[in-house]
């Protein structure tokens, strides 16, 4: 009897400690209301200058604590805000064309600008975080600096075989081998498929003739073994007032180093 009480209230302690881990967790941030009704989930940490970081396909905000430049914008003394994007994370995951057509992602951002008050902001995008970031160079005047790490100048082009075969494989075509190792990763994490799918189907690109018009200070940076995404050569190129550098690492490590995070903050400054 004694040791079935103590089991007992071993159990209910355990069960406490984890309810007030999860309160702690959820508690970090909030959601705010998107254009189309959409929750948004967000975070923000510190009190400086506003930038937010912007994950790449199939990630969320939490991603960034990961990587040595989330907490070297607030050592900097930063205000840095974290995003799930649309489809992504604890944000809402529409199913339909209307929830990812028309800049939607971007709209989401700018919208949690304005909820936050803010007059001006920086921005970090990496991988597909990049292409959204991009689309905010060319709608958000409030944009001061960007920086778009892991992304080449694939996503110029409207008819990337890449984003058209990651839809197509998302929704069941098992003939477009080029996109195994994604499809693979994703249903191996039990992401909601019809989101991300709908993500890739409606990914903007951004005009060879928009980024030339860009007037706002980018840096590019790609990691030295990074050969996904088009060339960053070639993005560096299309964008005026663009600077590339480069850090060790492939397109999944880059993010993670010291070097990008001195890149990046070194750039903010």
Not at 203 to 218: D, G, M, N
Request: proline share 3%; hydrophobic share 35%.
């Amino acid at each position: 009897m004694k040791k079935h009480i103590v089991i007992l209230i071993i159990v209910n302690a355990l069960l406490l400690f984890s309810t007030r881990l999860f309160a702690q967790s959820a508690a970090e941030g909030n959601y705010y209301t998107s254009f189309d009704s959409t929750k948004i989930y967000y975070e923000v940490k510190g009190d400086g200058y506003p930038v937010i970081l912007i994950h790449g396909f199939s990630g969320t905000g939490q991603g960034w604590k990961n990587c040595a430049v989330y907490n070297d914008l607030l050592s900097a003394g930063y205000k840095v805000i974290l995003i799930d994007q649309r489809g992504n994370g604890r944000s809402d995951k529409p199913h339909t064309d209307a929830g990812y057509s028309n800049d939607a992602e971007a709209k989401d951002i700018m919208g949690l600008i304005t909820y936050l008050k803010l007059k001006n902001y920086d921005a970090v995008g990496y991988s597909r975080g990049s292409i959204i970031a991009s689309r905010l160079l060319v709608l958000d005047k409030r944009l001061h600096k960007v920086v778009m790490g892991g992304m080449g100048d694939a996503y110029t082009n409207p008819e990337w075989p890449r984003r058209i075969h990651a839809y197509k494989a998302l929704m069941g075509d098992t003939t477009l081998h080029d996109v195994d190792d994604m499809v693979k990763y994703i249903r191996s994490q039990h992401f909601d498929e019809l989101a991300l799918a709908y993500q890739q189907k409606w990914q903007p690109s951004t005009s060879k003739k928009e980024l030339a018009a860009v007037r706002k200070p980018v840096l590019i940076i790609r990691g030295s073994d990074d050969k996904e995404n088009g060339s960053e050569i070639g993005l560096n190129k299309l964008i005026t007032h663009s600077g590339l550098n480069y850090v060790p690492g492939n397109h999944n490590t880059a993010i993670r180093n010291t070097e990008f995070s001195e890149a990046v903050t070194s750039f903010l400054k």
